[in-house]
């Protein structure tokens, strides 16, 4: 301590503090007049502050600033002055060392390898049940989230890989991806696929070049459009025929994802929200919308979407004069409907054949229009010739 009496600063004394703790403490100096006294900091480290107003020194240090810190403070008053140097000792774990392809291995075998630290620093990896508040997310994920943060300066990237038990899980992992999540951007670093390492485990990995929460997940997958069969229909009127178009077979696949936290968005994409028609009529939008179609071949499109994807099928229907369209359930041909054609039928559903003696016997054995010949048709085939209907639905279509 250097003293040029009559000033004299209190001992402050050398001190220690762990790395990421707060290390705080008052200068005090006095004179024996009681004069004014100005107070100095020489040789602070990076991050540390010391407020000349309240005499405070303060200081966060991180783990790259393991080791001992040498501060000297310095008072002053008219002519006379004093001084003390302080060490600083900080504890701390410098887990990430100056090198190339560094590996830190945290709990549960994941880990971070980073391609060429610069500087030596911490690196920690912790797991939460929720993002941070607000954060947006357009992915399914797994409700496991990992924190991943460093003191440690590096260069180039970093490779991580997450171990993770997958119950639950196990119908996804194909599908499954590792995300970047940060200022509400949804990033995929994934390389390679998920690697199974034993019953219900294994690991994914990625490469990012700065850290913040990752998550394991499946992207908003489209909705899967189906617009039904190629069918022939009859011309009712001169304007052609009322058609009836079927969406009802379309699905999100992202509706069994039960277990997984859902987008946040407006919409969480797991439900198709939309369905709408083009063709000769123009656009119309339901699942089953009736429109008018003239006589001819006319190719009609479906796109739905569930806000965040949407998917396209498209379907063939042909409107034909009463006198093109066949008989329907006349499956032989003779212009009539009888038990000897809900004996083809039957035979046909069954496999033992695969056509029918008529040329459009398979246009005349879809009695419900839906493009596909089984037990429903055989069914409504045999109610017709017991009199029980008068009608097939695909009259009616």
């Not at 969406?247 to 277990?259: G, H, I, Q, T």
């Not at 329907?328 to 009539?336: P, S, T």
Request: aromatic share 10%; net charge negative; hydrophobic share 35%.
């Amino acid at each position: 301590m250097e003293v040029n009496t009559p000033l004299r600063i209190e001992p402050i004394g050398d001190k220690k503090v762990e790395a990421g703790q707060l290390i705080e403490f008052t200068v005090v100096a006095f004179t024996e007049e009681g004069t004014d006294i100005e107070y100095f900091a020489y040789n602070l480290p990076e991050g540390a502050e010391f407020d000349t107003t309240t005499n405070t020194f303060r200081w966060i240090p991180n783990s790259s600033q393991a080791g001992v810190h040498t501060v000297t403070f310095k008072a002053k008053s008219g002519d006379y002055t004093a001084s003390e140097t302080v060490s600083i000792t900080v504890q701390g774990i410098a887990n990430t060392l100056p090198g190339e392809n560094v590996e830190v291995k945290f709990e549960e075998n994941s880990s971070v390898t980073f391609e060429n630290v610069t500087q030596a620093g911490e690196t920690k990896m912790s797991i939460h049940d929720k993002l941070p508040g607000g954060t947006s997310i357009n992915v399914n994920l797994i409700p496991i989230y990992y924190d991943i943060t460093t003191t440690a300066q590096f260069e180039g990237s970093a490779k991580i890989k997450i171990y993770f038990d997958i119950s639950g899980f196990e119908d996804f992992e194909e599908d499954l991806r590792l995300y970047q999540i940060k200022d509400g951007d949804v990033k995929d670093i994934t390389i390679g696929t998920f690697t199974p390492t034993g019953t219900n485990t294994g690991y994914i990995e990625g490469e990012v070049d700065h850290f913040c929460y990752f998550a394991v997940g499946i992207p908003n997958r489209p909705p899967v459009a189906d617009a039904g069969k190629d069918r022939v229909v009859k011309a009712t009127s001169p304007e052609g025929a009322e058609v009836l178009l079927d969406a009802s077979l379309s699905f999100d696949p992202d509706s069994e994802l039960k277990k997984f936290a859902a987008p946040n968005t407006p919409y969480d994409g797991r439900s198709i929200v939309r369905y709408k028609w083009y063709g000769i009529f123009g656009e119309v939008e339901g699942i089953s919308p009736k429109v008018t179609l003239p006589v001819g071949t006319w190719e009609i499109t479906l796109i739905v979407s569930d806000e965040l994807v949407n998917s396209s099928d498209k379907v063939t229907i042909t409107v034909k004069e009463e006198a093109e369209v066949p008989l329907y359930g006349d499956l032989n041909g003779d212009g009539e409907i009888d038990t000897v054609d809900l004996a083809l039928l039957g035979r046909f559903v069954l496999g033992i054949i695969n056509e029918f003696p008529s040329e459009n016997g398979e246009i005349a054995a879809d009695l419900n229009g839906d493009g596909i010949i089984d037990t429903i048709d055989y069914t409504l085939l045999k109610r017709y010739i017991l009199v029980i209907i008068d009608k097939f639905p695909v009259e009616n279509m």
